[in-house]
Structure formats: structure tokens, C-alpha cells
């Protein structure tokens, strides 16, 4: 990045977006993602960047939407949507088989339009990745769903997807690995709606945001204090890796409460009793705006008219190619020397392939469709 430049000590990481907010960089550190703090110099992160020039910081969104589709302007909806998608290929968001495929042909819909068999030869799906481990069986499961799904355009396309994401158990998930009682381990998952607790993989304890009084630490022990419906607070203890992360934790905590908190003015008897039992116990805040604050915020008026979404193509892989109808082989760099070799792969007579291709005999045309770097997957008459 072009601001990485000079010393060290000048370094100041700041990207400015449309609606004049500070886009927060991240930077990632023995596994686990810390948010830099725009108000401080990249220098002042001394305690989480140990390495560098030059730094790798990646942008990425803090906050998930509790529903992304009602975010109000497309271009939000669409980096979303990048978010999400990234967060399924990099397996942060796990997906049954059915909801993969589902989710990358709303993918493939958004990037290249309405099928076309003259234009999306078999194998296309196989030029994109959606999921970890990617399987030929799922891109023809792909294939299948986006012939069904014509005539979206690729904001809708972008809707569909996060509709069918954010109901997924991990969507939004900002895990945090601890321990339990007897060493046990734990992940406390950050979300829109509270904490979740998993053991083993599977959900053990879900706490809502107005319901958490108190998270407090010292040291690598953290606390998780939470009211219940009877108006008595029960304190839950965790053990993080260290003193470090289990800070991270908390710095992530406090935030996350205080984004997704109800409003202040609220009158309802929980918030009164809230205040009553007291504040989250640190000194440290987020400073931003809430997520009801923004969505109320009087001189932002969204959607901004005549905003142009600008979308960028996702990267691609050489193509699987047909070596049989519904089957597929890896290329090697020796079946490309020359076009003769292939014809003799598709028709078993060199010569007669060739003559067939460069002077058809009786006045017969031959279609030949290509795939990648010459390759000949059908030879048709008419």
C-alpha cells in the first residue's frame, strides 16, 4: 500500500468513505484479528504489529448486520455481500452442501448474469471458489441452480445471498477461543444479537446484549456477568490463552455491547434495572456511532441518489476439462504442444480429425467449441 512509505514513526493508516466515517484497518497477530485503532499512528500498535516493514492490513467489516438486507444502500449490501462470501471460502461461515450450492449460484448469477449454454460451457463453475475443498460435485449442483434463477440482477442476486446466509448458525460469528471448568475447552462467539458459548462445536449458552451487566478481566481470566429473568446476575468465568487475548476479548465485548445496545432513551424496566446494577466495569469505549444511531441519523439521508456501485470481478482458476460427458481430468503441459494430439484424444485418427477439421469433405460444416488453451470438448455436424 502506497501510505506504508518513510518511517515508521509517520505511519498513519486512515481510509475515508463516502459518508465521511473512518474505515477501521485490521491486523492479524498468532492467529487471532485485531482492529487498529484509527486515532493512533500504526507505530502507536506496537503491542500488536511485531513485524514489518512491509505491513499486510486488510479491511473487512467489524459489525455484521443482524439483517443485511435491510441495510439501505446497495453499495453496503454489496460489501457485504463480499464479506459474507469470503467468510464461506475461507470457512468462518460453515455451510451444509445445499446452502453452498445455493449460495454460489446467487454468486455466479451476481458475476455473470442469466445462463447461457452457448457462453458457459461445462466446467465454468469450476473458474470461481465458494468453499474450502472445493468438489466437482458441487459445481455441478451449482450449475443446476443457476439455470433456475434467471432474470436477477446482480443486486438482487447480492440480496438473495445474504438473505439465505444470515440465516446460518455461524453468520456473524466473532469467535474467541477459552477455556472452562477442569481446562475444558471453549469458543465465546460475538454476535449481533449477544454471546453464544460452544463446547464440542455445538451451542451450549446464548446470552442477549441488554441482559449482559458486566464483562470485566484480570489477567487471562474474564467475566461475563449476566442478569436473568428473575432480576438476579450470575457470573460466568472463562479462561483465555493469555493476558493478551483474553483483553482482546474484552476490548471486542465492550464494543460489540455497545453497538448493539438499546437505545439510551429507552423506558423499558430492563434498561432502567441495567443502569441500576451498573456499566460493563472499564474504562475502555467505543466511540463510534451505534447501530440505532445510524439508522436514525437525520443529516445522512439514504439511500444517496444517483450512486453508482462499481463491482469488481472475482478472482479465477483454470477450468476442469471434459475428458468424457460429466467427467473431468487435470490438464498436463505437454497436451498443449500442439492442436494435432488433441484431435487425436477427441477422435482416435490423427489424420483424419485433421482433415475433417481444415477441409470437411461432401459439403458438411463442423462446429468446434474450445475450452482454455485449445482444447476441443465437442465436434458437432450440421
Not at 42 to 62: N, S
Not at 137 to 149: C, N, S, V
Not at 257 to 280: A, I, Q, V, Y
Request: aromatic share 14%.
Amino acid at each position: 500500500m502506497g501510505c506504508f512509505c518513510g518511517a515508521p514513526e509517520e505511519f498513519y493508516c486512515e481510509v475515508l468513505l463516502l459518508d465521511e466515517s473512518k474505515l477501521t484497518l485490521t491486523t492479524k497477530q498468532q492467529g487471532i484479528k485485531y482492529w487498529l485503532d484509527p486515532l493512533k499512528t500504526l507505530a502507536e500498535h506496537k503491542d500488536l504489529i511485531t513485524t514489518g516493514p512491509p505491513y499486510t492490513l486488510y479491511f473487512g467489516v467489524k459489525f455484521y448486520a443482524e439483517d443485511p438486507c435491510k441495510l439501505k444502500e446497495e453499495i453496503t449490501r454489496y460489501q457485504f455481500f463480499l464479506q459474507v462470501k469470503q467468510d464461506v471460502l475461507q470457512g468462518r461461515l460453515p455451510c451444509p452442501f445445499n446452502i453452498s450450492a445455493q449460495l454460489a449460484a446467487h454468486a455466479i448469477q451476481s458475476e455473470l448474469g442469466d445462463y447461457d449454454p452457448y457462453k458457459h460451457m461445462p466446467g465454468y463453475v469450476s473458474e470461481y471458489r465458494f468453499v474450502p475443498d472445493q468438489k466437482e460435485e458441487l459445481e455441478e449442483a451449482i450449475e443446476q441452480i443457476h439455470k433456475t434463477i434467471m432474470g436477477q440482477v446482480p443486486a438482487e442476486a447480492e440480496a438473495n445471498y445474504l438473505r439465505i446466509a444470515k440465516s446460518l448458525e455461524m453468520y456473524g460469528v466473532d469467535l474467541h477461543p477459552v477455556f472452562g471448568e477442569n481446562r475444558s475447552e471453549y469458543f465465546l462467539g460475538l454476535t449481533p444479537v449477544g454471546v453464544v458459548v460452544y463446547k464440542n462445536k455445538t451451542q451450549v449458552g446464548k446470552y442477549f446484549w441488554p441482559r449482559i451487566t458486566k464483562v470485566h478481566f484480570k489477567e487471562a481470566q474474564f467475566e461475563l456477568r449476566v442478569m436473568g429473568k428473575d432480576c438476579n446476575e450470575t457470573s460466568f468465568f472463562f479462561e483465555a490463552p493469555n493476558k493478551m487475548a483474553c483483553k482482546h476479548l474484552w476490548k471486542c465485548c465492550v464494543e460489540h455491547h455497545t453497538f448493539f445496545r438499546m437505545p439510551e432513551n429507552d423506558s423499558s424496566s430492563l434498561t432502567r434495572k441495567l443502569t441500576k446494577f451498573g456499566s460493563l466495569g472499564s474504562k475502555h469505549r467505543y466511540t463510534g456511532k451505534t447501530a440505532f444511531q445510524m439508522g436514525k441519523d437525520p443529516s445522512v439521508q439514504l439511500p444517496r441518489p444517483d450512486l453508482q456501485v462499481l463491482r469488481c470481478r472475482s478472482k479465477t482458476y483454470p477450468k476442469r476439462v471434459a475428458q468424457a460427458p460429466g467427467k473431468f481430468y487435470k490438464r498436463s503441459s505437454s497436451e498443449f504442444t500442439s492442436v494435432t494430439p488433441i484431435f487425436e484424444k477427441y477422435n482416435g485418427e490423427n489424420e483424419a480429425a485433421k482433415n475433417k477439421f481444415v477441409g470437411p469433405s461432401s459439403g458438411k460444416r463442423y462446429l468446434v467449441f474450445f475450452l482454455d488453451v485449445g482444447t476441443i470438448i465437442k465436434m458437432v455436424n450440421y
